[in-house]
Nanobody, 121 residues
Framework: QVQLVESGGGLVQPGGSLRLSCAAS????????MGWYRQAPGNKRELVAA???????SYADSGKGRFTISRDNAKNTVYLQMNSLKPEDTAVYYC???????????????WGQGTQVTVSS
């Protein structure tokens, strides 16, 4: 079991920056992949960025070059630094933890409650 709590969302002007945090209830080193997803009204939830327990990263094209995902194992926290924000980045951002359990045919996924990011003038 993993509980995830996101924070850091808010209202920001276009071109501004925001840093989201995801605090996990257990060591994130034991979680295979942690990621950030977002969902705008009427849209499907989409991947923004992901990071493995060893630091490997992956980004969706939408945020590539503007967003950076990182982790702090000592604090059991994953971050998403968002720069040069655009109105189309407006969405609820969710933290995800994916755990691969030996002997199981599928992964276990855990989600936070989400944090609202609004990019507007």
């Amino acid at each position: 079991q993993v509980q995830l709590v996101e924070s850091g969302g808010g209202l920001v002007q276009p071109g501004g920056s925001l840093r989201l945090s995801c605090a996990a209830s257990r060591s994130i080193f034991g979680i295979n992949v942690m990621g950030w997803y977002r969902q705008a009204p009427g849209n499907k939830r989409e991947l923004v960025a992901a990071i493995t327990s060893y630091g490997g990263t992956s980004y969706a094209d939408s945020g590539k070059g503007r967003f950076t995902i990182s982790r702090d194992n000592a604090k059991n926290t994953v971050y998403l630094q968002m720069n040069s924000l655009k109105p189309e980045d407006t969405a609820v951002y969710y933290c995800n933890a994916r755990v691969i359990v030996p002997g199981k045919p599928s992964t276990d996924d855990y989600w936070g409650q989400g944090t609202q990011v609004t990019v507007s003038s």
